[in-house]
């Protein structure tokens, strides 16, 4: 230890309780393993390590539910936000117990005491006038009577001029959006162009606090804050800071509490995060403890973990709101950089990634996968953490991290020893005998007393990687001195009756005694990262768990003397070369299907005149090639209610029907207007294919097909449920 670590471990004082947060991933679809390194594995280890030493924390976490990407979700998967809230927040929260990550809480901000305290922050802030309302024009669609907020317009991005940007976003180069900045924006909801109407919201002015967020951050912190952190929040307070919309014009979220806001929701950004005081409060009420401490006495350390997209919201933007609502603010966001995958940035869009759910799916649920598998994939997303700057995840750098490292270093080390102690002393643990002691052995020990202080200080400090680096090199030392003593080559020499002498047996008891106590030692100290293993090496032990509290690291006093173990297991098992290449076929495989669903989905202009009448092809006579049942699932059939029908000009085939599908509305175009009046479709419920490649039929975007049914007559009838139906249900 140097005698700056020892400066540094004298400095800290140890605060009367933690609250450690993880940023809420959003539920509208799979996570990939670049946000669990961000914001889920590095807050897990610190907890993992300040649990061991007993400290008072709680670990908070949950599920994004509001925000206009849920109901486009909807939209995509032809189902209700409901639906998908609740489908993405199951996957979300069985995948990171999966993966070990331990939440003293996994809640979701569609609990009513969420809605309440995003409701009560926000009345306490107007009513200490904190907020300001400012009218402006916003987007409005005329046809749906609705304002389009963020995802709901979409229209060519200024900055790539990729056709698909959203109002907030564009997915594919990434860039933030205003609605202003779209070049010819569509309704997402109609397909028209949309009107500007004015509209009143409610802001939080930024701008208004900029000395306080300066001297907070850049002076109280400008030392212990990472500097990745430091830079983002310097050039977003250098910029200006300009008021922000705390409300949107949407169904979808929690309502602002005001008389005059009808139709008007909190902003995501605003209610997400008090998404952390709710999830406290959801498990104080769950364990009968008082959540208020941890969000109103100073004494507490707050500290969110999170990826560097989140660093405005976590370290300016919230910090302010707890400021004026009274509350604690972070002590530290120790926020990480982007992980790239095989030399690509990571993208749900072009699906190059790795989820979570494939991880789980592909190893840890195998035969020969488990909770070990688990720990593999901890301990390389841990070494590569991109900490300082962006890092790379590959295939190939993942099986040498738990081939080389993992089962040629920290395994082998437990697995030797074990094996020599079942050979060399018994199955038991030796005694030590002190007047055999070697300056070998005295430096061993003093090897791992002084591993405790090292790997404390890195951790206090948030440096996961180089704290993981220094518990293999314990197990390093652990084999080097291993080598050195060769009990093996003693237990050769023999007395005249062919038995060990007692000389050599001293030895050997020495070499597997210490051996044994830093087996005991190396599972304190891994525990905070690799649990499983922690928990595996305790078994092999036959101790309980409670030898990992961490102030039982650096003790040559774990294991007593006499004490059997049981025989040696192997820890982890080798990442095969088949193993590899698979996933790195299957990387590319779905980049392709991905680029082909794009083409698909984004056509190229295509002349067309007029759409075909849906069933004018059909002959019952005519046999149409059997298909499988995959064929047919393919098909999104749903129920929907036809709530306005117009001739469409020129077209004297062509209706333009707007269909309610629960999660929002479709326009149709069909060529039935020879066989119904407009009028009489209004209010009818029809089966809809949700699924089909949307076609432009007169320059208006046709997003699906109605289906009908060919009379003997030529005529056309509705094919329609046969009681009335929850639009959006699923026909099978
Ligand atoms: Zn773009």
Excluded at 586 to 593: D, I, Q, T
């Amino acid at each position: 230890m140097t005698e700056q670590d020892t400066k540094r471990t004298a400095e800290r004082t140890v605060p009367k309780r933690y609250l450690i947060t993880s940023a809420l991933p959003y539920a509208n679809g799979q996570k990939h393993i670049g946000h669990l390194a961000g914001a889920y594995i590095p807050a897990d280890v610190y907890v993992r390590y300040l649990r061991a030493q007993k400290r008072d924390v709680v670990f908070v976490c949950g599920s994004d539910e509001h925000g206009t990407a849920i109901p486009i979700q909807a939209m995509k998967e032809g189902t209700t936000p409901q639906a998908i809230i609740d489908k993405y927040h199951v996957i979300m929260k069985e995948n990171f117990e999966d993966l070990s990550i331990s939440f003293d809480i996994y809640d979701r901000t569609s609990n009513p005491i969420h809605h309440e305290t995003a409701q009560e922050f926000f009345t306490d802030l107007n009513n200490k006038g904190d907020l300001e309302i400012i009218e402006s024009e916003q987007y409005y669609d005329e046809a749906a009577q609705t304002f389009l907020a963020d995802r709901y317009i979409k229209g060519t991005c200024p900055n790539c001029g990729f056709n698909g940007a959203y109002g907030d976003q564009c997915e594919k180069c990434g860039t933030s959006l205003s609605p202003d900045e779209l070049i010819n924006p569509v309704s997402t909801l109609s397909g028209g162009a949309p009107v500007k109407k004015a509209t009143k919201h409610w802001y939080l002015p930024l701008n208004k606090h900029e000395d306080w967020l300066r001297s907070w951050i850049l002076g109280t912190h400008g030392h212990d804050w990472k500097a990745n952190v430091l830079g983002q929040c310097k050039s977003w307070i250098d910029a200006g800071l300009q008021p922000r919309a705390v409300t949107r014009d949407l169904d979808w979220g929690v309502k602002v509490p005001l008389a005059d806001a009808a139709g008007k929701v909190l902003y995501v950004w605003f209610d997400a995060p008090i998404g952390y005081v709710s999830a406290t409060k959801q498990w104080a009420l769950n364990e009968g403890k008082d959540w208020k401490p941890y969000w109103l006495d100073k004494e507490t350390k707050l500290v969110h973990f999170i990826g560097k997209d989140n660093i405005v919201f976590h370290c300016i933007i919230f910090p302010l709101m707890l400021r004026l609502h009274g509350y604690i603010v972070p002590e530290n966001v120790p926020a990480n950089e982007f992980m790239n995958l095989e030399g690509d940035k990571m993208s749900t869009s072009r699906a190059w990634k790795l989820d979570m759910q494939d991880y789980i799916d592909d190893f840890i649920k195998k035969e020969n996968g488990g909770p070990q598998l688990a720990d593999c994939l901890r301990y390389y997303l841990i070494s590569i953490l991109p900490e300082t700057k962006d890092s790379e995840f590959t295939w190939k750098g993942f099986q040498d991290a738990v081939n080389s490292e993992l089962v040629s270093i920290f395994a082998n080390f437990v697995n030797r020893t074990f094996v020599l102690m079942h050979k060399l002393t018994g199955g038991k643990v030796p005694k030590y005998h002190n007047d055999k002691a070697e300056p070998k052995d005295n430096n061993l020990i003093a090897d791992i007393k002084t591993a405790k202080a090292r790997i404390e200080t890195l951790l206090e400090e948030y440096k996961f990687r180089d704290a993981l680096f220094l518990v293999i090199d314990i197990a390093r030392t652990g084999n080097r001195y291993m080598q050195e003593k060769e009990p093996w080559i003693k237990a050769r020499t023999v007395d005249a009756h062919g038995a060990v002498t007692a000389e050599a047996q001293a030895e050997i008891d020495n070499c597997l005694h210490l051996c044994l106590q830093l087996c005991a030692n190396l599972a304190v100290f891994i525990n905070p990262f690799l649990p499983n293993t922690a928990r595996k090496m305790c078994h092999l032990m036959k101790v309980v768990d409670k030898m990992l509290d961490w102030e039982n690291a650096g003790s040559m006093k774990l294991l007593s003397v006499g004490y059997s173990l049981r025989a040696p297991e192997l820890l982890f098992r080798k990442i095969d070369d088949s193993e590899v290449s698979y996933q790195v076929e299957k990387l590319k495989a779905g980049l392709e299907k991905s680029k082909m669903e794009q083409e698909k989905n984004n056509p190229q202009p295509a002349q067309q005149a007029e759409a075909p009448a849906p069933t004018s092809s059909i002959d019952t006579t005519k046999a149409i090639a059997e298909i499988q049942y995959d064929d047919f699932a393919k098909l999104d059939l749903r129920i929907g209610t036809i709530t306005a029908a117009e001739k469409v000009e020129k077209a004297d085939k062509l209706l333009k029907l707007s269909v309610d599908l629960g999660a929002g509305q479709r326009t149709i175009v069909s060529g039935i207007a020879q066989h119904f009046s407009a009028e009489s479709l209004v209010g009818k419920q029809v089966i809809v294919v949700a699924n089909l490649a949307p076609r432009k039929m007169r320059g208006i975007e046709s997003q699906g097909m109605i289906l009908t049914a060919e009379q003997p007559d030529g005529k056309l009838i509705l094919v329609n449920p046969d009681s009335l139906t929850i639009n959006g249900s699923n026909v099978r």
